[in-house]
């Protein structure tokens, strides 16, 4: 039997389980071994949803080799912590605001991307959007190199002391996966990633269902170059919220593919 290669590096050293999401977002609300339980909720597709409790955040996949899971995702993970912590964890009095410059706006992008793309590896191949090429570039530039990349952070005002995961795929054509779409919502901070190679981010052959979006969301990747200036430096939280379930799939399934043969199919979710 072939050896299983890195998703990341192709590399043949041994591959570990890699975290969906890091652990340390779970000690954020005391989630250890003999400490406070979260709630894990996990919808692999528009009829089944999964809720469990554990002692951590305890959903792992086999993608990620030693190296790159103690290395460059480490070290991404460590950059991003102190940005969106404060997002997570809500404070007694209700959420704290929090300036998104260009480079917390480049971080939170980048490791949304690398945690939607190893959420993808909980579904068979076929159901998975990115390639490998993505995933070493990734890994190799610390940017984003994939074209028709949007990543928007909202703001989940019911109370979650857990982590809530959606992954879904646009399809145009039977089981062919044209489009990624992921939510994870930890705590109060809400991330959505959308991917589309042919429209290059601009939407040319998809519709958006209605929705104050504007409102719910920000927009952090393409960065927009008005944060340079500090007075157009975008704050977090958006002027309003998610307020339940219902409303982060109705956020997962907003896009919709024009003259597509399918509708948006549910491939699998984070944790």
């Keep these: 039997m072939p050896r299983v290669l890195c998703g990341f590096c192709e590399g043949p050293e041994k591959i570990t389980n890699e975290h969906v999401l890091g652990e340390w977002i779970g000690h954020l609300w005391g989630a250890r071994r ?6 894990h909720t996990l ?3 528009t009829d089944t949803t999964r809720v469990w409790q554990a002692y951590r955040l305890d959903q792992q996949v086999r993608m990620a080799c030693g190296t790159c899971n103690s290395g460059w995702m480490h070290q991404l993970e460590e950059k991003v912590r102190p940005i969106i912590t404060p997002m997570i964890v809500p404070k007694a ?3 704290r605001q929090v300036s998104l410059d260009l480079l917390s706006q480049l971080l939170i992008a980048t490791w949304a991307v690398k945690t939607a793309m190893v959420a993808e590896y909980l579904n068979p191949p076929h159901q998975r959007y990115f390639v490998q090429e ?6 190799a530039g610390g940017v984003l190199p994939i074209p028709g990349t949007h990543i928007w952070v909202g703001c989940f005002a019911k109370e979650n002391d857990g982590a809530k995961g959606l992954l879904a795929g646009l399809v145009h054509e039977p089981h062919v996966v044209s489009a990624h779409v992921s939510v994870f919502a930890l705590g109060q901070f809400t991330v959505q990633v959308f991917v589309e190679r042919r429209t290059a981010g601009y939407f040319g052959n998809l519709a958006v269902r209605p929705g104050p979006w504007d409102r719910l969301l920000i927009e952090v990747w393409p960065p927009d170059t008005r944060s340079a200036t500090p007075e157009s430096i975008p704050v977090w939280p958006p002027p309003l919220a998610f307020g339940d379930d219902n409303s982060l799939s109705a956020l997962c399934n907003r896009f919709l593919a024009l003259g597509a043969e399918g509708m948006p199919y549910h491939s699998g979710s984070g944790s």
């Design 34 to 39: 003999g400490g406070r339980q979260m709630q």
């Design 43 to 45: 919808t692999r597709d």
């Design 93 to 95: 009095a209700g959420v």
């Design 134 to 139: 993505e995933r070493r570039a990734l890994m």
